[in-house]
């Protein structure tokens, strides 16, 4: 039957200015409740995340590191670009997801049982222990059920039913910290170690099931032609996905093999650790900015770029001030998670939490040429990004070593990952039509790097304060940030207004479905 969105229906300017603000407020809402979730995890996870380097210390850090960011690079394969596709159709047309995900999941079992055999494999051939094996196992088996329920989110987050996420999200992680602190108080080995984490999302499916049967009406069937059409459709998405998990895992992964200290591959992993709060707001902008976006985006594109150049702003506003305060603060932050045995880190989060403002123009830009049916020229750029990141560490891990001593590795490694961000972000501002910032956009985030860089330079005037330097910096970034017009009054009253406009989320123009 075919799919092919209906024509939109002609409306009055008032009732699209509804609409819009119907839909800016059930996102604000919903990036409340998901925020909230994330908060409380992420609470969870610092504790956790702190404990883990200071407990096992430097060599099994980078051991139980490596078998994790091992099992993900492998498993990332099980993503098939299905959620993102499903996040984009289901949006519009619900039904849609009962054609899909039955099918999808009996795939990835099927795949899940040939990548066990490939990882063991591998880990045997380089001469790996038997105790990171059966750690990489059950990393792997944790994996398996991330796909799972990440797709069972897409459905929920899709069709604004974000509530049966949230609860999921509070009670994995939980159980994932409780386990994983009991753990290292009995010094547990490492593949107990991993336990809660596939604990966790056994308890996260137990949860995700019932309520995407109820709450979003899915059914699980096999239904072969549609797999097929949505699998193909897919493709871009599948190899970008792919590509993006074989990039989150590379540093550890390449790091491991070309390292002449262990002790610098627990150092960045730690540093990934700490600067990784910073993608805090990361999930927000697929569970909630996407689906705003794919429907702007179907009403027209100039609407999607106009919800596209607001997001971007909100978003760098929101994650520069804690990125630069965390790059000034890494010799603080690093001493007081895990001790004077890391300190040699600090040089690798101070460059490494630079990145992040970069990573989320990058998603941004990214969500919005997917839903502009660009999706392949996301794609391209991802699997370009890998083959960059992993020249650039074997150039600058050895010139990290040579020119820095202790730490120069680690920030090697650092110094790799933020050079590769920068050429996608590069590469993504060419894959438009035109540029796809308005003079807003380009004013608010020039100033943005202008304070950062005021701060940064403050700090090291500041530096034989200690951390009491830290709130100077922040005060100072406020400072300016509302002096220069980045922070405006009148855009956080706006945002208000959306917060308390009540409304239905209309489902996009009646598509047939199949």
């Known amino acids: 039957m075919d799919d092919t969105p209906a024509a939109p229906r002609p409306a009055d300017d008032a009732s699209i200015d509804s609409v819009r603000a119907s839909e800016?407020?059930?996102?604000?809402?919903?990036?409340?409740k998901m925020g909230g979730s994330l908060i409380v995890t992420w609470t969870v996870a610092i504790i956790v995340k702190l404990h883990v380097p200071a407990i096992l210390g430097p060599v099994l850090q980078g051991h139980f590191g490596f078998a994790e960011s091992f099992a993900s690079m492998f498993f990332a394969v099980l993503g098939l670009g299905i959620d993102t596709h499903?996040?984009?159709?289901?949006?519009?047309?619900?039904?849609?997801?009962?054609?899909?995900?039955?099918g999808v999941m009996a795939l990835r079992t099927l795949m899940s049982l040939a990548l066990f055999v490939a990882m063991a494999l591998v880990l045997r051939l380089t001469g790996r222990s038997w105790e990171i094996l059966l750690t990489v196992m059950v990393f792997g088996a944790a994996n398996y059920l991330m796909a799972f329920n990440a797709t069972l989110g897409a459905v929920l987050q899709a069709v604004s039913r974000v509530e049966p996420a949230v609860i999921a999200n509070i009670v994995t992680k939980g159980v994932w910290g409780i386990g994983l602190l009991v753990g290292l108080h009995y010094h547990a080995s490492l593949a107990v170690l991993a336990l809660p984490a596939l604990i966790g999302e056994a308890l996260r499916a137990a949860i995700m099931v019932p309520s995407t049967t109820s709450g979003a009406g899915l059914r699980y069937r096999i239904d072969v032609p549609h797999v097929k059409e949505a699998l193909v459709a897919s493709v871009p998405y599948f190899v970008n996905a792919l590509a993006l998990g074989v990039l989150s895992s590379l540093g550890m992964t390449?790091?491991?093999?070309?390292?002449?200290?262990?002790?610098?591959?627990?150092?960045?992993?730690?540093?990934?650790?700490?600067?990784?709060?910073?993608?805090?707001?990361?999930?927000?902008?697929?569970?909630?900015?996407?689906?705003l976006l794919s429907r702007a985006n179907a009403r027209s594109e100039e609407e999607g770029l106009a919800v596209f150049r607001r997001c971007l702003e909100g978003l760098v506003v929101v994650i520069v001030p804690a990125t630069v305060l965390l790059s000034a603060g890494s010799d603080v932050?690093?001493?007081?998670?895990?001790?004077?045995?890391?300190?040699?880190?600090?040089?690798?989060?101070?460059?490494?939490?630079?990145?992040?403002?970069?990573?989320?123009?990058?998603?941004?830009?990214?969500?919005?040429?997917?839903?502009?049916?660009?999706?392949?020229?996301?794609?391209?750029?991802?699997?370009?990004?890998?083959?960059?990141?992993?020249?650039?560490?074997?150039?600058l891990v050895p010139l990290g070593r040579h020119f820095i001593g202790e730490g120069g590795e680690c920030a090697g490694a650092a110094m790799s990952v933020i050079g590769s961000e920068a050429c996608v972000l590069t590469a993504m501002l060419t894959r438009f039509e035109s540029f796809p910032l308005d003079a807003r956009n380009?004013?608010?985030?020039?100033?943005?790097?202008?304070?950062a860089a005021a701060v940064l330079v403050l700090d090291r005037r500041l530096h034989p304060l200690g951390p009491s330097r830290l709130v100077i910096d922040a005060v100072f970034y406020v400072t300016l940030a509302f002096a220069l017009r980045v922070v405006r009054i009148s855009d956080i009253q706006h945002v208000f207004r959306l917060l308390r406009h009540r409304g239905e989320v209309p489902v996009a123009p009646a598509h047939a479905e199949g």
């Open 333 to 395: 932050f690093i001493r007081l998670a895990f001790g004077p045995k890391f300190a040699p880190a600090q040089t690798g989060l101070s460059i490494l939490s630079l990145v992040f403002a970069m990573t989320y123009m990058n998603t941004m830009l990214a969500l919005t040429l997917i839903v502009r049916g660009r999706g392949w020229a996301v794609t391209v750029i991802s699997v370009s990004a890998v083959f960059i990141t992993a020249t650039l560490m074997l150039v």
């Open 86 to 102: 499903l996040m984009k159709e289901v949006s519009v047309r619900p039904k849609y997801a009962s054609n899909v995900v039955g």
């Open 254 to 291: 390449v790091l491991e093999y070309i390292k002449k200290d262990e002790r610098e591959l627990g150092w960045f992993g730690a540093v990934q650790n700490v600067a990784s709060l910073c993608m805090l707001l990361s999930p927000l902008l697929f569970w909630v900015v996407m689906p």
């Open 24 to 32: 800016m407020g059930t996102a604000l809402r919903n990036g409340i």
């Open 442 to 451: 380009v004013r608010v985030f020039s100033t943005a790097v202008a304070i």
